[in-house]
């Protein structure tokens, strides 16, 4: 998961510009890793707006809504993953350490459906139990997407 080590997801991005250089290429990443803005500016080079995946996917206004509401958001990238990050990397060796984090700072977790495969529910049933809260689906239609690459390709616009 190239997202927890940012400096190889830098690594990896500056390889694959660097290889498709000769056309227009438009970036769907939000600021995954601290120099992400710079690739942006490369020549023939767009990044939709957003800061992250879930706000370029749900648009501006319905992310940070979410966001006030105390949403914690999975994507279905993560659902294969949940336990390398959360006991692996982040160190919750049990669900009650990690209920008592996770509750602090969020009131919920908002699975968003992508379309793209079946919703997990059972594992979104343990995900729920493991980390204390509420999982709610939220389904996710293309239109802000679609928004966020017309906009860039019509204002040739980088900033995040």
């Excluded at 290889?19 to 939000?30: K, Q, T």
């Excluded at 890793?33 to 749900?58: D, K």
């Excluded at 060796?93 to 209920?99: D, G, M, T």
């Excluded at 059972?122 to 204390?132: A, D, N, T, V, Y």
């Amino acid at each position: 998961m190239l997202h927890m080590t940012p400096g190889l997801l830098e690594a990896e991005m500056n390889k694959l510009i660097g290889s498709l250089a000769d056309g227009p290429l438009v970036l769907l990443f939000g600021d995954c890793h601290a120099r992400m803005l710079e690739h942006g500016s490369l020549p023939g080079v767009r990044r939709v707006r957003g800061v992250n995946c879930c706000e370029i996917l749900l648009g501006p206004e319905r992310y940070h809504r979410m966001l006030r509401d105390g949403v914690f958001f999975l994507l279905p990238e993560w659902i294969s993953r949940w336990e390398d990050v959360f006991i692996r990397r982040l160190g919750f060796a049990n669900s009650r350490l990690a209920a008592q984090f996770m509750g602090e700072m969020h009131t919920r977790i908002t699975y968003l459906d992508t379309g793209v495969t079946a919703v997990p529910l059972e594992e979104l049933e343990r995900i729920g139990h493991f980390l204390g809260l509420p999982v709610t689906v939220e389904a996710v239609e293309t239109a802000a997407l679609v928004r966020a690459v017309e906009e860039i390709m019509g204002d040739g616009g980088t900033d995040g």
